[in-house]
């Protein structure tokens, strides 16, 4: 069934909605913004962390053949990884849900791989980078703060919660992650220089990138992208 968003700026079916792929270094917002595009605009927020855990929960033959290699303390290969997203966005297209990517793909041969599902009629049609400097992730991480208990993302600066220290979602404490500290901020910031800084060439190449500064207030950032996706 094709299902239309009749009360926001989007005047598009399911069908007619482009794919996405959000790509930005650790704490330029593709979370947020992406969780947002999910609840606005009817679409699936797919991530590959989450899709392991989800198979492994299940107990597919997939999740069992990825909980033993997480297990052993290695990381799933480009060829179970691919096999998994080829399985959920097909899925996807089948029953006419729009995706947003998150966190894949991450190298030029799962981009290659991704390209070759358009023989099957699942194209991406929008990639969003989100722009940010490594001081301003820095600067951005270290005010960024978590629910302990529903995950709700909040920022000190650009988006605090309501009450200091309690999620505006569940009530419970909002705390600091282990991971923005800024050593560990470097070390992720040097993981997706390397793996990541490719892919905008080859997304500019196909003329379907577009750049948004992220390090502006969150409802600017947020305008800008609906605007990348010609939503106005």
Request: glycine fraction near 6%; include cysteine; proline fraction near 3%.
């Amino acid at each position: 069934m094709i299902t239309k968003n009749e009360n926001l700026d989007c005047h598009l079916t399911n069908e007619e909605k482009p794919n996405i792929i959000f790509l930005g270094a650790p704490g330029a917002g593709k979370g947020s913004i992406a969780s947002r595009i999910v609840k606005e605009y009817d679409y699936y927020q797919l991530s590959t962390g989450e899709m392991f855990r989800e198979e492994i929960r299940k107990q597919t033959p997939l999740g069992l053949e990825i909980k033993s290699i997480l297990d052993s303390g290695k990381y799933v290969d480009d060829s179970l990884t691919n096999r998994l997203v080829e399985q959920k966005v097909t899925e996807l297209v089948n029953n006419h849900k729009p995706f947003i990517l998150d966190g894949y793909p991450r190298t030029i041969d799962q981009a290659n791989f991704l390209r070759s599902l358009e023989q099957k009629g699942i194209k991406i049609g929008k990639v969003i980078l989100l722009n940010i400097t490594s001081e301003q992730v820095i600067e951005r991480l270290s005010k960024r703060r978590v629910c302990s208990n529903c995950k709700k993302i909040y920022h000190l600066q650009f988006n605090p919660p309501k009450q200091e220290g309690i999620c505006d979602k569940c009530g419970a404490s909002v705390v600091k992650r282990a991971d923005d500290e800024p050593e560990v901020i470097k070390k992720r910031l040097a993981i997706y220089s390397e793996q990541t800084q490719c892919l905008i060439g080859y997304y500019k190449d196909l003329s379907i990138l577009s750049e948004i500064n992220s390090y502006q207030e969150y409802e600017s950032v947020y305008s800008d992208v609906k605007k990348a996706l010609k939503w106005f």
